[in-house]
């Protein structure tokens, strides 16, 4: 097992039928593969060829030896074969990781890959908290937000608008906030990201003006959560103002079940990145195919999302 290649050289003669002929397959001198074989009789203490002038024949101890060399070279074959193959094509299983709040985003965006690529399978971890990307094997994290330094590599697939909205209820119980002085008035939904800190139910709304012009308002939040689709839930049901994604709300806002607040005003984007544990020149094919697949996706939402 110290050297496999004596085996390989040896099962290319036999295929070639001559030493020359593996020679030249193997881009080697004649006189070097014959040494090989030579040194293979040697180290094993039997014979494996009869050579003349003419030919190559096997001994009894090559006819037995030879298959195990034979399928030696061909997993070598296949094995290489195979890191061509997820090089070059979009094969096994892609494991993707991503929000509660944008996994509804992965089938639609994925879908026509799967399709195209029969030997491509995806598993989906859905989860809003920072996982592992090499713990868990992820191929490729739909990450939302400021990405904290680290070794991953991140490329940036859109850009979402954030606004605000309440429910028409909610609104129509407690009236529609027309001024950046009306905001603190209100009962707020929060995400715990969104607090001052752990404890607090407190944060600051940063906003820009029809002008321009950059401000900030501290508000205190009735309900804080570590999910945003439930506070999306929660403010449709009356609860009070949130900060939502608009490419994420479109159907709520359609059907008027929220309604959309201070439209004048610009609550901030929310970048969207695509995070893999590797190096970009060493991904896989799938990899490569997903994030173009993604891409595509965020570029044909009908609003709110920029590349």
Request: net charge neutral; aromatic share 4%.
């Amino acid at each position: 097992m110290d050297d496999l290649k004596p085996l390989a050289v040896f099962a290319k003669v036999v295929e070639a039928g001559s030493m020359s002929a593996a020679a030249r397959r193997l881009g080697m001198s004649p006189s070097a593969v014959s040494q090989i074989v030579r040194d293979l009789e040697l180290r094993g203490g039997i014979t494996l060829l009869h050579r003349s002038t003419r030919k190559l024949a096997l001994t009894e101890a090559g006819e037995r030896y030879y298959p195990h060399c034979k399928r030696l070279v061909e997993a070598a074959e296949a094995a290489a074969e195979s890191l061509q193959l997820a090089r070059d094509a979009p094969t096994g299983e892609l494991r993707v990781s991503s929000p509660v709040g944008f996994a509804a985003h992965i089938g639609p965006a994925l879908a026509p890959l799967l399709a195209e690529a029969p030997h491509l399978s995806l598993r989906l971890l859905v989860d809003d908290q920072m996982i592992d990307l090499i713990d868990a094997r992820i191929d490729l994290a739909v990450r939302v937000g400021q990405l904290a330094d680290s070794s991953w590599i991140a490329r940036r697939l859109c850009d979402f608008e954030v606004i605000l909205c309440a429910s028409a209820d909610y609104l129509a119980r407690a009236g529609t906030p027309t001024a950046l002085e009306d905001l603190p008035k209100h009962q707020w939904l929060i995400s715990d990201r969104e607090a001052v800190s752990s404890r607090s139910k407190t944060t600051w709304v940063d906003l820009e003006s029809p002008d321009g012009e950059r401000q900030r308002v501290e508000v205190d939040a009735r309900v804080v959560s570590n999910n945003q689709v439930a506070l999306h839930h929660l403010c449709e049901h009356g609860l009070g103002l949130a900060r939502v994604v608009q490419a994420e709300v479109l159907p709520a806002l359609e059907r008027g079940s929220l309604v959309r607040i201070l439209p004048d005003f610009r609550f901030g984007q929310l970048p969207v990145w695509a995070a893999t544990p590797k190096l970009e020149e060493a991904e896989a094919a799938k990899v490569r195919a997903a994030v173009d697949y993604l891409k595509r996706h965020f570029a044909k939402l009908p609003a709110g999302a920029t590349a």
